[in-house]
């Protein structure tokens, strides 16, 4: 079974309000692309993934007579994919959803949320958790902007497992002007993404202490030794999601992660690629993963990163090479695995 995160910039725009794809001449909101280039460069790439599920990050809006899973479902007819249906969670107001795309054939989905405002309890991702995250001596209460979506999953010989697909905080100093904005802004926005990161491991916990496979994915907007803020906090927000320093029976795995660990000056890995405009450069970023419990760690899967410049099957494929770079500024994550 293969199952994969993939981060897609500016799904949204791509569709009009009915779901129906635009696929027209025009500019799409990627830079330097239109919007029949990203589309056809998106359906390549979802159709040579050929997954069984597909936890799409910053997918088609759910809000104001649009409905985001409508859209993917017509994306896939379009395009003739098996992952034809679409399974959403708590929605949100930024336009950038997240949404299960999956074959029915080979499995069954059910958006099922756990949590509660209970004492003893961890609250949905559609409520607020309480940290005190400036150092203050008071509690603050953090939200999630793109509550993560959990989802009980069973395939068609009665295996059954969970997933949650997650867009954590930006840490970009969006909006800021002069350094001294930069770095406030910057450290609020790790200080938001770390409470984010311990109110996810929290749930986690949960599910490893009952011994349930799980599955953690999406894009996390961090990762060990990506900025100069993470020594101010001593750790990653992906170290505490993967329980580094927890007993093996209640750590995540993903082997990207575990080499970055391993070697904190500059990621071995990359999953993203942005345009730094005043550096005319790009800039490559490990920032998605596919983090597995002990047990399905055990089944030993197979990670890749379908990276057009890393990975050599990409780059010889030319096509999927242009569509890849084409399509988003993020690449997909697979995890095969047998189920």
């Known amino acids: 079974m293969r199952l994969a995160t993939y981060n897609v910039e500016w799904f949204n725009s791509l569709f009009a309000d009915d779901g129906s794809l635009y696929n027209d001449g025009n500019w799409s909101s990627r830079r330097d692309v239109t919007r029949a280039a990203q589309t056809d460069a998106l359906g390549h790439v979802f159709r040579t993934l050929d997954a069984d599920a597909v936890m799409v990050i ?96 069973e395939t068609v010989g009665g295996s059954t497992f969970r997933m949650i697909g997650v867009h954590a905080k930006s840490k970009a100093p969006h909006g800021a002007r002069g350094d001294a904005e930069v770095m406030r802004i910057s450290i609020s926005n790790r200080r938001k993404q770390l409470a984010q990161c311990v109110w996810l491991r929290e749930r986690v916990e949960r599910y490893l ?78 920032l998605d993963y596919v983090m597995t419990s002990a047990d399905l760690t055990a089944k030993r899967p197979d990670w890749r990163i379908w990276h057009p410049f890393d990975d050599p099957t990409c780059w010889k494929d030319e096509t999927l090479r242009n569509a890849l770079l084409t399509a988003s500024d993020h690449f997909p994550v697979t995890l095969d695995i047998a189920l």
């Open 209 to 286: 202490h009952a011994k349930t496979p799980l599955i953690v994915l999406g894009d996390f907007n961090d990762g060990p030794g990506l900025d100069e803020y993470e020594k101010l906090f001593g750790r990653s927000g992906v170290e505490i999601v993967l329980g580094h320093q927890a007993p093996p029976d209640m750590q995540l795995h993903d082997p990207h992660a575990a080499a970055a660990l391993s070697q904190r000056i500059g990621a071995p890995y990359a999953t993203s690629r942005f345009y730094v405009r005043h550096q005319k450069r790009y800039l490559n970023a490990l």
């Open 58 to 153: 910053e997918a088609p809006d759910i809000a104001d007579g649009r409905d985001g899973r409508v859209a993917l479902e017509r994306f896939a007819r379009h395009f003739n994919l098996r992952t034809r249906a679409a399974l959403s969670g708590f929605t949100n107001q930024t336009q950038q959803e997240i949404i299960l795309l999956y074959d029915p054939d080979t499995l069954t989905a059910l958006h099922d949320p756990a949590g509660s405002d209970a004492p003893d309890d961890v609250p949905r991702f559609d409520g607020a958790f309480r940290l005190d995250i400036d150092i203050d001596a008071q509690e603050d209460a953090i939200v999630w902007s793109k509550p993560p979506l959990e989802v009980m999953l």
